[in-house]
Each structure stands twice: as structure tokens, then as C-alpha cells.
């Protein structure tokens, strides 16, 4: 069995958010979308359940993560379209190491 234990830096910390730019792939650390997340970075805060996508006026839990590549990592949310939602779509989100092919 495998453990997935918190380090001293994580104490009191319930969600960090990350944020998702329009017409973007990456993961960002920042609201201005200037630092993308890296791998290990984004693993290890879905691995803790310690996420939150903000994505313009809305935030989404991922529910799903793994590795896109040898190197790159991604997460997996579901979106709205409105509120009421009317439909619901899924985005992934990748990490800084993350190329499209």
C-alpha cells in the first residue's frame, strides 16, 4: 500500500487554487497567467486533494489526473456552460512540461 504523506509546508492548507486561461491548456500558478505549473507540483496537490481550477467566475475540482507523457501531467474537471448548467464539458488541463502535438 502505497502513502501519500503531507510535509510540514502543507499544514493548514486546505485548497490551493490554480488557474485556467481561455484558449489555454496549461495550468497556471498565478491569476495573470505569466507561471505554469510543473508536474510533480500538479500531481502532488491531486494526489492530496488540495485543488481548485479557477476558471474565469467559477471553480472546479478535478477529478481525475495522470501523466500525459513521460514528463508532463495533466488534471481532468468538468465545466458549465451557465448557471443552471444546461451542458457539461471536460477540460484537461496540463502541466508546464506538457507539448501539443
Not at 500538479?42 to 513521460?70: I, R, Y
Amino acid at each position: 500500500m502505497d502513502q501519500n504523506y503531507e510535509r510540514s509546508e502543507d499544514l493548514h492548507i486546505r485548497k490551493t487554487y490554480i488557474y485556467k486561461k481561455t484558449g489555454d491548456v496549461y495550468a497556471y500558478a498565478d491569476p495573470v497567467y505569466t507561471t505554469k505549473i510543473s508536474a510533480e507540483t500538479l500531481m502532488n496537490l491531486c494526489q492530496k486533494g488540495m485543488l481548485l481550477v479557477k476558471d474565469g467566475a467559477t471553480f472546479h475540482s478535478p477529478f481525475m489526473s495522470g501523466w500525459s507523457s513521460e514528463t508532463a501531467a495533466y488534471i481532468v474537471y468538468a465545466g458549465t456552460d451557465a448557471i443552471p448548467p444546461t451542458a457539461v464539458t471536460l477540460t484537461a488541463l496540463h502541466s508546464e512540461e506538457y507539448v501539443a502535438e
